[in-house]
T-cell receptor, first 114, second 115 residues
């Protein structure tokens, strides 16, 4: 059974600081996705990572994938309050012989304070 | 309408009621999904449909019954639910189960409360 673990699950940080969210997964996969969810809202796709060494950046967020280590990171640079949300990583297990559908981590609840 | 829409957005039902959730995607996709998001568990995949055919049933109790009449519409029929079924039910779509990126687009969700 595929397991996806995110840490930390809760993060409170100040504006202007840098931080990294980690996503580890337990089976072979070369497809990983990051989503953002605001309170009471649906999931918004942030990044699609499709190969080992993939790195993508959008504004103050940068995501990377290391398929050998089964690890993805979401790095926040100079955080601003608007980035407060819950961030989910999700893994597609099919490249490792798994079933259809994504397996999600528990999410990281990020609060950025002025 | 654009993207993925879901109705109703909020639903309160008793344990003996029968209700249905509706999802419609306007993206020309071929695969659709139901997920359950509850406070105590990670987002859980329930069902997957690809070109109207069900490809995954993730050990979901029979009180949840999906229906996919075409690639644009997906329903979740509910009957004799339990209070622990209260959750946010999210619908998603993607180009196809075997498409390149497999990126999924989510609807706004239906907040279900079972009393």
């Amino acid at each position: 059974e595929l397991k996806v673990e995110q840490n930390p699950l809760f993060l409170s940080m100040q504006e202007g600081k840098n931080y990294t969210i980690y996503c580890n997964y337990s089976t072979t996969s070369d497809r990983l996705y990051w989503y953002r969810q605001d309170p009471g809202k649906s999931l918004e796709s942030l990044f699609v990572l499709l190969s080992n060494g993939a790195v993508k950046q959008e504004g103050r967020l940068m995501a990377s994938l290391d398929t050998k280590a089964r690890l993805s990171t979401l790095h926040i640079t100079a955080a601003v309050h608007d980035l407060s949300a819950t961030y989910f990583c999700a893994v597609d297990p099919r490249s490792g012989g798994g079933a259809d559908g994504l397996t999600f981590g528990k999410g990281t609840h990020l609060i950025i304070q002025p | 309408e654009t993207g993925v829409t879901q109705t109703p957005r909020h639903l309160v039902m008793g344990m003996t009621n029968k209700k249905s959730l509706k999802c419609e995607q306007h993206l020309g996709h071929n695969a659709m999904y139901w997920y359950k998001q509850s406070a105590k568990k990670p987002l859980e995949l329930m069902f997957v449909y690809n070109f109207k055919e069900q490809t995954e049933n993730n050990s979901v109790p029979s009180r949840f019954s999906p229906e996919c009449p075409n690639s644009s519409h997906l329903f979740l029929h509910l009957h004799t639910l339990q209070p622990e079924d209260s959750a946010l039910y999210l619908c998603a779509s993607s180009q196809g189960v075997w498409s390149g990126t497999y990126e999924q687009y989510f609807g706004p969700g239906t907040r279900l409360t079972v009393t």
